[in-house]
């Protein structure tokens, strides 16, 4: 009988890709992408070696990712979602041209 529900590496990949993708939309690496939302500069590298992680970890990225997709739609108009390869070596350098640089305001 087939699950309706995801596998264990779509969740992953899903986490894998959609950090990568804020991590370029944002200009930073990776793991300070890791390190704003869970405050942990290794978790993507150790999901990306194969390691475990928790359901609540995979929800905080993907929810932190969510609201700051959110921000970005805002203050640019749209987002397009980029795709990002996986190796299963680890994260790829998304070297993904962005069509429009968002400019940080000071504050």
Known sequence: ???????ADQI???????????AVLMGLPVSAVSKMALNDTSFIHKVAQGG???IESYDRMMSWIDKRMALYERQIGFVKRLKVENSGRGVKDASVPIHKRVRRKRI
């Open 12 to 22: 992953r990949d899903a986490l894998l890709t959609n950090t990568a993708a804020m």
């Open 52 to 54: 475990n992680f928790t």
């Open 1 to 7: 009988m087939l699950s309706h529900y995801p596998r």
